[in-house]
Every structure is written in C-alpha cells, then in structure tokens.
T-cell receptor
Framework: DTAVSQTPKYLVTQMGNDKSIKCEQN?????MYWYKQDSKKFLKIMFS???????INETVPNRFSPKSPDKAHLNLHINSLELGDSAVYFC??????????????FGPGTRLLVL | SQQGEEDPQALSIQEGENATMNCSYK?????LQWYRQNSGRGLVHLIL?????REKHSGRLRVTLDTSKKSSSLLITASRAADTASYFC????????FGAGTRLTVKP
C-alpha cells in the first residue's frame, strides 16, 4: 500500500517550460509538505498545507506554486523552469498541523532535470 | 538555513559493529526526529524524541538528546549491510529543518 505517492518519478524538461508534480497521500493526514533536496543532499522545506491553508512558505520563488484540490493532494506547479531548479522534490505528509510534532511520511521523490 | 548538522558526514564500518551519528542544532526545539534515506528513495521516519526526553530506544536504534548541549546522537547497534543509507536529523521549533545527513556504509 503506497502511503505517499508522487508522479512523475523522473522529469526532464527544457528551461522556460512549465511543469507540475503531483502528490497524493492515503493516510488521512491533515498536513502535506513539499521539500527540495539539492545535489549536496540538503533537504529544504518549500511549502506545507493544512486544510487548504498555506502555513509555511520559505523563501521560494513565486514561480513555484502549491495547489491543493483536497486534503489528500498537494501538487507543485513550477513556471518558467530554470537550471537551478534541477533537484529531487519530495512530498510528505503528517498527522497534525504542528510541523514536526508528528512523524512525516515521505513520497519516493521526483527527480527534476532542467536542460 | 539548516538547523540540524550531522557529524560525521560519512561513516564506514563493518557489519556487526555499532554506528554512532551525532546531530547538533542551534536554537531551542520542541522535538528532534531522525530519518533514514536509502539511495534514490524518500526519507523514512525512525524516531522522534521530545525535548523533555533524554533517551529513546527502538529495536537496534538508540537516540539520546542533550538539550543543554543542543545535541543528539543516533546509535545503531549490531549494524547490517541493509543499514547502509543516509541518516538525517530534523529539528522542530516552528517548522522542520533537516541537516545534510551522515552517509553510513556498512560493509558485509
């Protein structure tokens, strides 16, 4: 049973394109997150959503926009892709809105390569 | 900015040996979590230790927390080749912040 799933697993695209990454969790969790992991393995939180409200938004360019159609989904849309956007993007979810109070469950990651 | 910092960056041991990884952080926390990441995979939660706890066990894992020194350690006893992975600590204040991880290699 897949708890947190992401699609696509790999994404290769040209600079300037717009792309979306989808995330779904079947755990009934209240909060979902997006993280970016760079080549040095640093994991940085980008967004978190609780009941369709954005509760954390780090210094992320506004080319990145999270979209949550319902509690089980948090999609990441990226406009005008740049070379520096190449990274692995992880979706995660947790039971409660208090970030870090509960364990986070991570998806398998989406490897984005911008050419 | 990163909050937790793991030490060492890389650790290589023989199967059966114990592995100890350390995590230091800078500000006060509500809790600290350890995660494992196998190559090419997502992170898997291992243990959460709250700021009022000093030690926690889960199977072959033992986590300690010293809030006065702002540090935590993860001990894996009787290591196995399958323990080969990167291990991250994550601290919680108002949000979760991860370190860069310790890359553990367990040689069979």
């Amino acid at each position: 049973d897949t708890a947190v799933s992401q699609t696509p697993k790999y994404l290769v695209t040209q600079m300037g394109n717009d792309k979306s990454i989808k995330c779904e969790q079947n755990l009934g969790h209240d909060t979902m997150y997006w993280y970016k992991q760079d080549s040095k393995k640093f994991l940085k939180i980008m967004f978190s959503y609780n009941n369709k409200e954005l509760i954390i938004n780090e210094t992320v360019p506004n080319r990145f926009s999270p979209k949550s159609p319902d509690k089980a989904h948090l999609n990441l849309h990226i406009n005008s892709l740049e070379l520096g956007d190449s990274a692995v993007y992880f979706c995660a979810s947790s039971q409660d809105e208090v970030a870090g109070a509960w364990a986070q469950y991570f998806g398998p990651g989406t490897r984005l390569l911008v050419l | 900015s990163q909050q937790g910092e793991e030490d060492p960056q890389a650790l290589s041991i023989q199967e059966g040996e114990n592995a100890t990884m350390n995590c230091s952080y800078k500000t006060s926390i509500n809790n600290l979590q350890w995660y494992r990441q196998n190559s090419g995979r997502g992170l898997v939660h291992l243990i959460l230790i709250r700021s009022n706890e000093r030690e926690k066990h889960s199977g072959r894992l033992r986590v300690t927390l010293d809030t006065s020194k702002k540090s935590s350690s993860l001990l894996i006893t009787a290591s196995r080749a399958a323990d080969t992975a990167s291990y991250f600590c994550a601290t919680n204040n108002n949000d979760m912040r991860f370190g860069a991880g310790t890359r553990l290699t367990v040689k069979p």
